[in-house]
């Protein structure tokens, strides 16, 4: 084979790879259209502000290694995130903002590893959600400041409806601290 037809060879196979890749990434999108309804904005009396934290992925819990595609969290960025009383906004850049109402707020956690980003233990704090299909999924962000973190979690904890329980009560956040699949 010539050096050309090589090339040529080598083009067409990355085009295909990167046509399934394309391919898949749509239908994960599309299986995931149900999760989100990006709601109406927020008006409740603001808890806490965190502007260009970074945003990780959202998984469902208990499923770390398991990307949602869900519009407005597709994709790893910097988010500005807003948690009032009546619920939590998530703004990636680039991306359509998520309203999520208090009544699907289930509570904070922490992780040491997400679908694309690993980092010491309990270096991610999780937002848990309910998704619109009823399912629970949990949105993960990377604090600059380890007081941030800790202010994120006390004003998740505001957010949870009054006679609601928390998913579970660790020593600085209102949920597990690790998916199973964590601990193993």
Do not use: C, N
Not at 26 to 46: C, I, N, P, S, T
Request: proline share 5%; glycine share 10%; net charge neutral.
């Amino acid at each position: 084979m010539s050096r050309t037809g090589f090339a040529f060879l080598m083009i067409a196979i990355a085009a295909l790879v990167l046509l399934a890749m394309w391919l898949g990434w749509r239908g994960r999108a599309r299986r995931h259209r149900a999760f989100a309804e990006h709601g109406d904005a927020l008006v409740g009396m603001v808890l806490g502000t965190f502007p260009g934290v970074s945003y990780v992925s959202t998984t469902p819990v208990g499923a770390p290694l398991d990307r949602l595609s869900i519009p407005g969290l597709q994709f790893k960025g910097f988010a500005d995130l807003t948690l009032r009383t009546d619920g939590a906004t998530i703004a990636v850049t680039g991306e359509p903002e998520v309203h999520l109402p208090a009544e699907r707020v289930l509570g904070s956690g922490v992780a040491s590893r997400r679908v694309g980003k690993a980092v010491e233990r309990d270096g991610l704090s999780l937002l848990q959600w309910r998704a619109a299909d009823g399912s629970e999924v949990e949105s993960s962000f990377r604090f600059s400041q380890a007081a941030d973190q800790l202010r994120f979690a006390d004003a998740v904890a505001q957010i949870i409806p009054a006679g609601e329980t928390p998913l579970a009560t660790g020593p600085h956040t209102h949920s597990t601290s690790h998916t199973t699949q964590e601990d193993a």
